[in-house]
């Protein structure tokens, strides 16, 4: 698929977003180019390969668009809604069966969350169409916030032969449902800037008391007898010296 195509296919995602409810309830969807079936969450045959390692159908491509949630910013909780794209280059219709997501932690393979899989009942999408699928989910409220791979997978048959593409396998970031700001956060923030405050206040108390130190200057105290020693050194063999001398015997 060339990168004006994957555009083209993003674009239509982005345009049915707002319709797909409609679009799930006429009954002349076979007109519209693609069939879409409403989703089924009772047990199907689906689970005897929910668990199967599959490899994806040649002809087929999927794309995911997270509807009004653009950075992908997760509620613990709460239900989050995304789409699922498929396009169907192949020689034989698609039978969707289910679409399933798991949550792990960054550079790790283990799941942390398996998260719901839906299956669905009399879905597919016929040869050189495309369709979109809705796939709900929610992240387990007791998972504590942070960054998260969400690796989303749908499961299909082709001639009654099972697949699997993944539509996703990216980062979202994971928040606790609530106020923005809880006690918790307020009282560290409120911590951090009294740290911030004292050791500025203590910089500044060190750099006053370096400056006085070194604006003192010394103070050099010159002796008399010194500056006179030195004088009569310099005015020795004179008559000056020679007069001074006969005044202190007379004394």
Known sequence: MTTSTRLLFLAFLLLASPFLQVALCQSDSEDSGFEVSDVSEEESDAEEVLGLELSSAPG???????????????????????????????????????????????????????????????????????????????????????????????????????????????????????????????????????????????????LKHMTKKTKRAPKVEVGTATKNASHDEWLEGTSYTQSSSKSKKKK
Not at 120 to 145: D, E, W
């Open 60 to 206: 087929v491509e999927t794309l995911c668009v997270f509807p009004k949630n653009s950075a992908k910013i997760i509620k613990a909780g709460i239900e989050t809604e995304l789409l699922v794209g498929m396009k169907n280059d192949g020689q034989s219709n698609v039978d969707i069966v289910a679409v399933k997501g798991s949550l792990h932690l960054p550079f790790d393979q283990n799941a942390v969350q398996n998260l719901t899989a839906l299956s669905f009942s009399n879905a597919s999408v016929p040869t050189s169409a495309q369709a979109t699928f809705p796939y709900v989910f929610a992240v387990s409220k007791f998972l504590q916030a942070g960054a998260f791979d969400l690796v989303g997978t749908i499961i299909y048959e082709i001639d009654g032969k099972p697949y699997q593409s993944t539509f996703y396998n990216g980062t979202i970031e994971v928040v606790e449902d609530g106020p923005l700001f809880r006690m918790e956060s307020v009282f560290l923030s409120g911590l951090l800037i009294f740290v911030i405050v004292l050791l500025a206040i203590y910089i500044q108390n060190g």
